[in-house]
């Protein structure tokens, strides 16, 4: 069960967040508190997993907070909860575990604290996150969230549930730095994540995959390659 804190200055935000958590069955213990002060009281006075943080809180705000547990041994993981995306750079600078826009959808913290869970599991290391520019706002996104990225000259466009991001990287330095954290070069112009393949088609001697609802070609060269990833994920009865 995941102990939490919240932390708003505005006393209907913190009910209706803590509401929603309250209807999560992984949430067990949950603090309200009305200020940064009152959030640091109840770090020290009860065993806390994690902070769901307002950043604009008078005095000492979300991100004020993030930068004194930050010193901790074993700090809470921080959730940030905001109205804007202005300091979303500096929120996943601070390690931030999710940053999460106002109002709060249901589902959107259900992943929240799919990402706190998994922190807390064995230890788990921080995943990766990517700095990526959309519309004249900088963004942090987890690398785990890319299915897949499509190749567009010396650029790469990143494929998340929620959208797709431009960067300025080419396909193959993607390739060789991604290739340990479970991405897998099945095309000229794809890379994806080999947990994100829903299924795999060959048809007339064309083999594709189906990833988050998208179809993507198996180049004949990458076809062994990824039919030998897929093998070795295979669930096989104990022998």
């Not at 809180?57 to 907070?65: H, N, Q, S």
């Not at 998340?160 to 330095?173: F, H, M, W």
Request: charged share 25%.
């Amino acid at each position: 069960m995941v102990n939490v804190v919240i932390a708003d200055d505005e006393v209907p935000a913190v009910e209706a967040l803590a509401y929603l958590l309250a209807r999560d069955p992984r949430i067990g213990r949950i603090h309200k508190a009305t200020s940064g002060a009152e959030a640091l009281r109840a770090l020290q006075d009860h065993d806390v997993d994690a902070m769901f943080l307002d950043i604009h809180m008078p005095a000492l705000t979300g991100l004020d907070i993030a930068r004194v547990i930050s010193r901790f041994s074993r700090p809470p993981a921080v959730v940030f909860v905001t109205a804007d995306e202005d300091q979303a750079l500096e929120a996943f600078n601070l390690a931030a575990v999710d940053y999460l826009l106002k109002p709060v959808r249901a589902e959107r913290l259900a992943e929240s604290v799919r990402r706190v869970c998994e922190l807390m599991e064995d230890g788990a290391a921080q995943p990766e996150v990517i700095t990526v520019d959309q519309g004249g706002i900088t963004k942090m996104i987890r690398r785990d969230e890319i299915k897949f990225v499509q190749a567009q000259g010396d650029y790469a466009r990143l494929h998340t549930a929620e959208g797709s991001y431009l960067i300025r990287v080419p396909l193959n330095d993607l390739e060789r730095q991604w290739a340990d954290a479970g991405y897998l070069r099945i095309h000229r112009s794809y890379l994806v994540s080999v947990g994100a393949i829903q299924q795999m088609r060959t048809t007339g001697g064309r083999a594709s995959v189906l990833v988050d609802g998208a179809e993507l070609p198996v180049s004949r060269r990458s076809l062994p390659a990824v039919r030998d990833r897929l093998e070795a994920n295979r669930v096989r009865p104990g022998g």
